[in-house]
Every structure is written in C-alpha cells, then in structure tokens.
C-alpha cells in the first residue's frame, strides 16, 4: 500500500514537472507579451526597457531553467499585475476554492448517492424516469446559463440571494452571510458532478443489486434495509471514489466559470485574468498548484479504496 | 427510502426559505460601494494604468491639481496656487500648509520633489513618465514651494498634474526599490481623504474615511471597491443595492433605466473613438480613399444604435471636453455613398471581375482589426465592414485577443495592421503630438502633415491663452480635411448611481473621487 | 470496472439478454428517450446541413434600424442586438457549433484511436509511455489548459477544434486498448496470426473493428462535450470568434443583453442543452446496444 503510494506521488510529480514545461513553452511561445507592456499608454522605448529588466528577452530554455531554479525553491516570482509574489496570491485565494468546490462535492454526493440509490431500486417507476431524465439535463446545461438564469430568478427578481462576491463588505463576518452567498455558486457548480455521479450510482446500484450475493441475501431472508445497505450499497461504493476522482479536474474547470460568474475570488478567475493578461509567473503558478491539487484528490482517492474495501491493499 | 428523500426535500426547502428575509436592502449607511473590474495594485509609481486602481489611487493618495467641477478646470489639491515664470518652462506651485500623511507625518515640498524626480528617473518603471517628460529638477525653496523646471515649455502642466500624478510619502520610501514596494503596496500611506483599511484580493478594496483631511473630514466613513468582473453580475448588484456607483454601457443603462433605485449621469470623455486607416500602407496613402471610406459610413446611425449613452458624434479630432480649444465649425462628414463611390472612382478605383473594386490590378481588400470581448467594439466593427463591402471594398475583420491587439497595433512609425479600431482617453491638456504629429509615440497610423508639426510645436510653446486657442483651431481644420483616421464618436461615460448617494460632484468617476468627501450616504 | 466505463455513465446496462442487431435495434426502440434524441439530432443535423438552403435572410448581415425586434413574417424568432435575424443565427450557428463538435471529436478520435490500438497491439516501452501519457491528461485540468491555449494563440475555429479534440481523447485511447486486449487473445485473431497475416492488416481487419461499438460510443459521447465545452470558452471570450455565428458565441453576446431580452440568451442556450442532452442519451443507449458486454450479460 504504502509502496502504491509513494508510486503515484512520484508519478503526480512527473507530471507536475510536464505541466510547468509545457505550460511555460506555451505562453512564452504566444505572440503578444505581458498585457503589462501592451499598454496603450506606455511608450514602446519603456516597454522594451521593462522587458529586459523581467528577463523576458533571453531564450525561452534560459527562462525556463531560471524559473525551475526559483520553483523548487519555492520562490515563484512577483506577478506583473499584481506586484506581489506569486505564492502569496495562489494562498490568498485557495482557501476560497476549497471552501467552494468542497461544498459542491458535498453537495453532490449527499444528494446523488440517495436519489441514484431511490431510482435504481425504483427501477423503472416515474420517480426513476424523472430523475433520469434530471440527470440528463444536469449533465448537459451549459453552467454560464444555468448561473444567470439563477441570478435572475433569486437575485434580481425574488431579492432571495446575494448575486456575487463571498460576503457582504461592510457587515461583520457572520456564517449566515457567507452560507447564502455561498448557495448559488456551489448549487451551480455541483451541477454536473452531481448529475454524472447519480447516473453512477443508479447504474451500479442496478448491477449489484443483480449480483447473487444480493440475491442469496435476499433469499436468507435479510431485511430490504440490510440488503441494499449493507451489500449492495458498499459495492456500489467503490467505482464512485473513482468517479470523484475523474471529476476533480472537471470541478476545478468548472469553477472557472462558476468563479468568473459569481464573483468568487478564487484560483480559477486568478487563473483567467492570468491568462487573459498574460500574467506569465502567476499563470504558471496557478496552473501548477490546480494540477497538484489533481494530484492530491488522486492520492486522497487512493487511500479511500482500501478504507472503504480493505482487499484491494492486499493488491 | 422515500423517508430520505422527504428529508432532503425538507432540508433543501428550510434552506431556501430560510434565505427569504436576506433580500438584499442594499449596504449599510455610511458606506460607498464602488464596482471596479479587476483587483488594483497600489504602488503610486509602477501603477497599472487601468481604471480600478487609478479609481482607488484616487482616494488615498493626493495630486498636486485637482478638476473643478462643472468646468473641469484645474484647481489645487496638494498646491494652494501656482504661477509660470521663464515661459511656462518653469512652474512654482506653492503647497497647501498644515497637511499630514495617513501616518499623522507632515506632507513638504520634499515628498514633491523625491516623487516627481523619480517619476523620470529611468531606474524606476514609472508607467507615466512621458507625461513630465522634459523635467529637470524640482527645486524646494522651503517646506511649502516646490519649483518644476523643464526643458521645453510645459503650458498645460497644471492639468498633466491632477491627472494620475499621485504624491508619494519620502520619509516612507526613500531608499528602497520603487518598482516593488512590497510592504508600501500591503498598507499604501496617502494625503487622501480616505485611508487604506484592507484588500482582499479578488474580493474588494475598503478604505476608512481620515478625519485629518485637509478638505474636511469625509461625509461617508468607508469607501468600498467591489471587484465584480461578469458585466451581469455588475447590473444585479446595482438593482440590488449591492453596489451604489458602477461606469456601465448605453445597453445596461437602457435595461436599468426601470429600476427606481438608481440615477444617471453622462460625461463626455476628452476621447475619440475612432477607425484608424494606416496612412503608410496602400491604399490608405491615398487621401481620396480615407475620404470614401469616411463618406460611406453612416456614423450617425451607428452612434445612434450601436453606441448610444448620448455619445456625440465625431466631426473631427477634438471631443467637446476640450472646452474652448475645439474648433465647432467643423461638421461631420455626411454619410453619402453616392460621393464615397465617386471619390473611389477619381482615385482610380474600377470593378474588378469578382465584383471587388480594383486598381493596376490590385484588389481593394483589406482587414479591419478589433479587440475581442467588447460587444460595442465589435458590432461598430462589422457594421464597417458590411457598409464598405457595399463601396466594392473586400474587409475582413480580424477579432484579436487585447495583448496582440495592442502589441500589433500600438507601434510606430506604423502599426502592424491595415485599419483597426483604437481610442485614447488623456487628459484635457489638448496637445496631441502624441497622436497627430508625425513620428508621435501614439501615431500608430502614420500620420504626416508639416503644417500640423509645426502648428503642433507652434502651440506647445504658446503660453498666451487665446493665442493657443487659435492655434489648436487652425491645426484641427488641417487634421479635419486629411481624414488620417475615420472619427466615429466621442466617447462618454455613463455612471450608474443609487439614488441614496448625496453630493455626488459634476464630474466622471475618474475625476470626481478626488472629492469623494463631499459625497454621502444615508 | 475501470474508469472508462464510469466515464461512460452508463444508465440501462441493466437490459435482458437478447442478441443480434434486430434485438439490439428492438431494444434502442424501447428506450424512449434515445428515440427522441435520436430524431432530433437527425432533424437538427440536416437543418443544419441544408442551411443555405432554406432561403433564411443572410445570417450576418445587420440592420440597424430593426435591432431588437419581436418576432414577424419576416424574422421568425425575431432579431438581436444589432437587428440580425435570430432564427438564420441559430441554423447557420448549429452548422458551426455542430461542425466543432464534429471535428473536434473526430480529433479525439483519431489521436485517441492511434493511441489506442498503438499501446495495446505493441506493448513494451510505447505501451508504458502512452498510458503514462493518457493517466498524466487525466490528472491536468484540461479546462485550463485549453482556455490557456485560446487566450494566448487566439481563438479561431481551427485552434477551438484542435484544443478541444487534444484535450478529450483519453477516453477513447482507454476503450480502444481495453478492446484490443480482450480480443487479442481470440480464436480468430490466433489463427488469421498462425496464417501469417501481416500485422498493420490484422490490426486494421480484425482488431479495430472489434473496438468500433466502443468507439461509437466514446465519439458520440466526445460530440457532446465538445458542444458543452466550446459554449464554456465562449463565456470566456475564447470560443470561436465573431462573426461566424455559433451557439456558443450566440450565447455569450447575448448575455450582455439578457436583461433588455432575455429570449436571445434562452433560444441558443436551449439548442446546446437539447443537443448535449441528446448526444449524451444516444451515446447512452449505444452503450447498451452496440457494446457486446452489456448485450451479451
């Protein structure tokens, strides 16, 4: 077990190291430059002149080797936008994305795995069809719409929720404030995954309800209760950790959107505005850490198999 | 099993009506909740220049000259008075006494000095320096004199001056390295009437009111800047009395005209929007040409449409904001295809075989580049290209990301593009050798006329008032009869206000936060 | 079960166990909801084929005077913002939106199929190195990556496809080697091996075809996040680019109008949710009739 581990950690370290070098191939390779440069009102003389002074005038493997000497040590350079460091931006905002994809992970499990489990012992039934075609529908809507059609409904038009931003400036801090903010941002974002993992839940609840130590527990005489909960449902179990673990990456792209919609200060709009202003140190900054993020979701997946079915560590 | 989900109905109901009493009743008295859309970095030398941390610049840190409103005409923030000497080469202001900084430190002619000498100092990245260019020495013949000299005559200086040259404390920042400040930017210390409580990064900025402001203590006692990136999220907030000021477009206001929560008021921008032709490329070295494409254009319907918020239309180079320096005889180009196809026609222009215009064999084609994620920008855009396909012209639009936009666009002598859109927002100081003058940093269309050079040089050396007038009159017909660039509107801004917002100066946002203490909220 | 199928989501893995294409097809007919995707996609793919057909005012050219308008005789669906017929926009945007979601499917395909057949059929290092490969794409948030490609090599229908195609093959690389694994061990493939035949031939006769249900299946399934996926980038501006028309970018401009008419933002919202949803029950309802595990358990 422990072995499987130290495997996959050093495997999510290569691929932390692919990602930093594709990533900075990427954005150095790009026409334009740093929207810090490019701007209309700096005259081209003192762009160059800012240029050289960030190294961006020297071959890209150069910059690459120099950037790599600073990451390990854990110095990811000052953000052009921002004037600060790298590292104390990402930190600043990844309380915020946890606080916002935990609650809609939780929010996807705690309803998906009760409705799969209702639909697919209701096989069949309305309840079943409405779900099912529920489901469909979650896992089909583009999120931005689904957002503003929410905000719509419960900001503009029912005066129910805060639109935007994580709390109410001004006001003291209360958990009140933070949880209604936090309403529509993480009902968006569960969205999918909580439609994918029902579809999940249903079907592989369907199968092991079909399996013949279901069917020998149910012929002992075991009450419904225990059959579903105590075999079926701890074998359905399994492949949705591993469903959790696909969709983490999805979730942490999702929130890109979410974030930018909602105002959320989080990783995800960091990332954009990044992008979007060629912000390189924080781009890649930002990229790294939600791919380690990944990484770790990964590992957290991996120990959950063998807490919920200890034969796989004798794998 | 239907218990559970009777208990997950049950719950996620009590969450949402428990939400029902939380209706948003707009922030609490006192406070001032300003949008801006991206966080803001506050170092007064290396600033962005983008309009969220120019706006909270504004508020914290003082500027030697501030605009009156109504007029707009510069009067002192920092300086008492000011007087020109040796031919607008020289400027002594003289600063207004008993000021301190947030840190309850007295504010001197030293802090002039140290801030305007390392604004062009080149060691330090200073976005504004062109804008002192030419600057000497800041001489401080005691505590409350500071003396400017310059190289070349500086006759607008007292409007250069309030408009993004923030004062910065020495006796925080002498010796360190400018262009970082790490802990300055944490806890920036201004003469401003608001000081810097805390930033959140891609939440907000708030600052507190300082009782010690040499204005008069402040009316509000936080000043909140929201940073809302999604434009919808920025029209939600201001129904819902989450934000009390936002600049939003013509199309928002229209949507947000019903909501009995908010005003409106319009400024006009000293800004033009225009389509730049590259006067260096063929063929819109021919004059002929910029003419048709002028003529073919029906400008005032896109104003009218596309554009709206009141924005005027362009008849030349000078938006109205530039008082009595605008030259008003000059009327907009008419829109008359009819002309457009004649003037086509006397440049040489004839039909080729593909229903294209062509002349010596070449095809009247060329691109039309524009930023992306502006809706505006981007209608006027293609709207161009559909009025001139029908002149004969073939026009692509080329819809570019902003930093290639500008990196393409923005170099001298000539941009890498055919035509493009472009505007330039500056202060009302009208010279723009910038922008009209041949080899001007801003000249990225190439244009070239000896007459407007010298009429150019003529005025930046003038410091007699009505002399200047008369000349900017006269360089503005030369630059209206070339058409180097396709005038479209002068640009505006629309603010959206919450009616509980009292004292609100007459003046654009930009300008009006230097008197944010006039301004209340009940 | 290992990650594709979870990925697949199947929903009615749980049909009898009849055989045979006239069983399979019986079986598709029952499933409702697949019958009316399917219908749908059909009518909305030759919509969108027959296009310029239709005799629909040009989708792009605007008319300033008429901005806004309700619906008439001579604008279905009415106008948008800078007076463009709506319904020409949805028909000629469904050419470009399902031509994205096409092709940046077939990309996936392609690259996922190579990928695929390369690992499973060769083993060794170049097995090793492509599942190395596939595993590290599943851990990169590729959301991020794409909309990073986009914002610094701009976003024109080529780069959209592209970066779509190259960030969803995975799946497909996954169902194609676990097919070739099981069938590489089976009668035929042994015995047309012991007659000599060469190995690109047997590959391509008899190995592929064996993956073909799977892949039909993943490719449907990849149509559908590649139309989800490039209404997202247009949210961000980095979707394809004006002024072709897709629903994507239909969707984005319209949301800055949402308030003045918010029935510019419901028609191309509505069309990618009900073809997303159309793909996602179709490929659903192939994954319980074309796969041989589930017909035949």
């Known amino acids: 077990m422990r072995r499987h581990l130290l495997r996959r950690l050093a495997q999510g370290v290569a691929v932390l190291f692919v990602v930093s070098a594709v990533v900075f191939a990427i954005v150095h390779a790009a026409p334009g430059g740093p929207a810090l440069l490019n701007n209309p009102d700096v005259d081209p003389v003192m762009a160059r002149e800012i240029e050289r002074q960030l190294g961006l005038d020297d071959p890209i493997p150069i910059q690459y080797a120099r950037w790599l000497g600073n990451a390990v040590r854990g110095n990811f350079g000052r953000s052009y936008q921002h004037g600060l460091g790298t590292a104390e931006l990402l930190w600043a905002r990844i309380p915020n994305t946890l606080l916002l994809s935990g609650t809609a992970l939780l929010l996807a499990v705690v309803l998906a795995v009760p409705l799969g489990m209702i639909s697919a012992i209701y096989r069949y039934s309305a309840l079943d069809y409405v779900a099912t075609v529920t489901a469909f529908l979650g896992v089909s809507v583009p999120v931005f719409w689904l957002a503003i059609l929410l905000i719509i409904v419960f900001s503009v038009t029912l005066g129910w929720l805060p639109s935007a931003g994580m709390l109410t400036v001004g006001l003291p801090f209360s958990m009140r404030d933070r949880a209604l903010h936090l309403i529509m941002p993480s009902i968006v974002l569960a969205t999918f995954p909580l439609a994918q993992l029902m579809r999940y839940v249903r079907s592989s609840m369907v199968e092991a309800l079909a399996q013949d130590y279901v069917r020998t527990a149910r012929a002992k005489g075991l009450p419904e209760r225990g059959v579903v909960g105590r075999h079926a449902l701890r074998n359905a179990l399994i492949p949705m950790v591993t469903v959790l673990g696909v969709l983490t990456p999805r979730l942490l792209g999702g929130a890109v959107v979410t974030e930018t919609i909602f105002a959320w200060p989080g990783l995800g709009r960091l990332a954009v505005e990044a992008a979007i202003t060629r912000d390189y140190p924080v781009i890649l900054g930002a990229t790294l850490l939600v791919s380690a993020l990944v990484v770790l979701s990964n590992l957290i997946t991996d120990v959950l198999y063998v807490v919920i079915d200890p034969r796989i560590a004798l794998r | 099993m239907r218990r559970v989900l009777g208990a997950v109905l049950a719950v996620s109901l009590a969450v949402v009506i428990g939400a029902g009493d939380a209706r948003a009743q707009g922030g609490p008295p006192g406070v001032l909740q300003i949008a801006v859309i991206s966080d803001v970095t506050l170092n007064p030398f290396t600033l962005p220049q983008q309009l969220p941390t120019l706006m909270v610049s504004k508020v914290i840190f003082g500027t030697l000259t501030r605009y009156q409103p109504g007029d707009g005409k510069p009067v002192g923030d920092l300086a008492a008075s000011w007087k020109t000497m040796d031919d607008g080469r020289a400027w002594e202001f003289k600063l207004r006494p008993g000021v301190t900084w947030h840190d309850g430190k007295p504010f001197t002619a030293a802090d002039v000095k140290f801030t305007l000498e390392n604004i062009v100092n080149p060691q330090v990245k200073a976005l504004f320096r062109s804008q002192l260019q030419g600057l000497q020495r800041v001489d401080t013949p005691d505590d409350l004199t500071a003396r400017l000299v310059f190289k070349d005559p ?43 409580k805390e930033a959140v990064k891609g939440s907000h900025v708030a600052v507190e009111a300082n009782p010690a402001y040499h204005g008069g203590a402040p009316k509000l006692h936080t000043v909140v800047f929201k940073v809302v990136p999604d434009v919808n999220s920025v029209v939600a907030q201001l129904r819902t009395g989450e934000l009390d000021l936002a600049v939003v477009t013509a199309n928002h206001r229209d949507t947000l005209a019903s909501a009995p929560n ?261 | 079960m290992d990650q594709t199928a979870v990925l697949e989501g199947g929903m009615a893995r749980d049909a009898g166990a009849e055989r045979g294409v006239a069983d399979a097809w019986r079986r598709f007919r029952r499933n409702r909801l697949a019958v009316v995707a399917f219908a749908y996609l059909v009518i909305v793919h030759g919509v969108a084929a027959l296009a310029p057909w239709f005799g629909l005012p040009d989708p792009e050219a605007m008319d300033l005077l008429n901005q806004f308008s309700p619906p008439s005789s001579e604008h279905v669906l009415g106008t948008d913002e800078t007076g463009r017929d709506v319904l020409a926009r949805l028909v000629f945007g469904a050419r470009a939106s399902l031509a994205v979601g096409l092709a940046a499917m077939l990309v996936a395909v392609a690259v996922g199929t190579a990928l695929g057949a390369l690992s499973g059929f060769c083993g060794g290092w170049p097995e090793t190195a492509i599942m190395r490969l596939t595993d590290g794409m599943l851990t990169v948030p590729t959301f991020f990556l794409a909309l990073l490609v986009l914002a610094v090599f701009g976003s024109n229908i080529g780069n959209v496809v592209l970066v779509i195609g190259l960030t969803g093959w995975m799946v497909v690389a996954r169902v194609v080697r676990a097919e070739i694994l099981r069938a590489l061990p089976q009668e035929f493939v042994v015995a047309s091996r012991a007659l000599g035949a060469s190995e690109a031939r047997m590959l391509v006769r008899h190995l592929l075809p064996q993956a073909l249900p799977s892949v039909i299946v993943a490719a449907t399934l990849g149509v559908a996040y590649a139309v989800l996926t490039e209404s997202a980038l247009s949210y961000l501006g980095l979707g394809v680019q004006a002024p072709t028309p897709t629903w994507g970018n239909m969707l984005s401009g319209a949301q800055h109008y949402v308030w003045k008419s918010p029935v510019l933002a419901l028609y191309p919202g509505a069309a990618i949710m009900l073809t997303v949803l159309s793909y996602n029950a179709l490929g659903d309802a192939l994954s319980d009739t074309l796969d041989p595990r589930h017909a035949g358990s």
Not at chain 2, 157 to 177: F, S
Not at chain 2, 316 to 342: E, T
Request: glycine share 8%; proline share 7%.
């Open chain 2, 262 to 522: 908010l005003a409106f008021k319009v400024t006009v921008l000293p800004s033009t929007f225009y389509l730049a032709l590259n006067n260096a490329r063929w063929p819109f070295n021919d004059r002929l040409v910029r003419h048709a494409l002028m003529h073919g254009l029906n400008r005032e319907l896109m104003v009218q449409r596309l554009v709206r918020g009141d924005a005027p239309l362009a008849g030349g180079p000078y938006a109205d904001a530039f008082g009595p320096y605008v030259n008003k005889d000059l009327k907009p180009y008419p829109h008359d295809v009819g002309r457009a196809k004649a003037l086509l026609a006397e440049a040489g222009f004839t039909p080729g075989a593909d229903g294209v215009l062509q002349k010596d064999g070449k095809r009247l084609a060329f691109s039309l580049m524009v930023d992306k994620g502006n809706p505006e920008r981007e209608q006027i855009a293609l709207y161009a290209q559909q009025s001139w396909k029908q002149l004969g012209a073939d026009v692509k639009v080329d819809v570019e990301e902003w930093s290639v936009y500008i990196k393409r666009g923005n170099q001298i002598p000539s941009g890498d593009y055919d035509a493009r859109t472009s505007w330039r927002i500056t202060s009302a100081d009208p010279d723009k050798t910038a922008e009209y003058t041949t080899g001007g940093v801003n000249n990225h269309y190439a244009y070239s006329n000896p007459e407007v050079d010298a009429l150019m040089a003529k005025a930046r050396s003038t410091v007699e008032e009505g002399a200047r007038v008369a000349i900017f009159r006269k360089l503005q017909e030369a630059i209206y009869r070339d058409v180097p660039v396709v005038w479209i509107y002068h640009q505006t801004e629309i603010l959206a206000m919450s009616k509980r917002v009292k004292g609100y100066p007459d003046l654009g946002i930009r300008d009006a936060l230097p008197w944010v203490h006039q301004i209340a909220v009940p």
């Open chain 2, 154 to 196: 500086m006759p607008a200086l007292p409007i250069v001056l309030g408009y993004n040259i923030y004062i910065a404390p020495k006796h925080l920042l002498d010796g360190k390295d400018l262009n970082t400040l790490d802990e300055f930017i944490r806890q920036p210390v201004g003469t401003g009437p608001f000081k810097f």
